[in-house]
């Protein structure tokens, strides 16, 4: 199983980016993909997860009016769409995976790194003023 974020970068105050999750070596049938950051002397933070069954999505309520979740089935794929950037957005950005069962085990689950089993590598977003 692996995963492969990309698509970061260096972007100004109020600009988009989107992220990208690629899976290998399982399929999404029953798996919540979740994103995560992480800031320079900060913990790693919950952003936002898919449901990859139903396409349910959950996640960090100060964030829901700006980034939104994604997923493309058929290319393994799950995207944050991440709008109006701002400088404490400046992270390194995650994707990780586990898989389960059920919306409520979702919500549970979602924003905690601990729950995961499997991680792709970072990806560095960086926001100028």
């Known amino acids: 199983v692996q995963l492969q974020a990309s698509g970061g970068g260096l972007v100004q105050t109020g600009d988009s980016l989107r992220l990208s999750c690629a899976a290998s070596?399982?399929?999404?049938?029953?798996?919540?993909i979740g994103w995560f950051r992480q800031a320079p002397g900060k913990e790693r933070e919950g952003v936002s997860c898919?449901?990859?069954?139903?396409?349910?999505?959950t996640g960090s309520e100060s964030l829901k009016g700006r980034f939104a979740v994604s997923i493309d089935n058929a290319k393994n794929t799950v995207y944050l769409q991440m709008n109006n950037l701002k400088p404490e957005d400046t992270a390194v950005y995650s994707c990780?995976?586990?898989?389960?069962?059920?919306?409520?085990?979702?919500?549970?689950?979602?924003?905690?790194?601990?729950?995961?089993?499997?991680w792709g590598q970072g990806t560095q977003v960086t926001v100028s003023s």
């Open positions: 898919i449901y990859s069954h139903d396409g349910f999505t």
């Open positions: 990780a995976a586990v898989r389960g069962v059920g919306r409520t085990w979702v919500e549970k689950i979602c924003r905690h790194p601990a729950e995961y089993d499997y």
């Open positions: 070596g399982f399929t999404f049938d029953y798996y919540v």
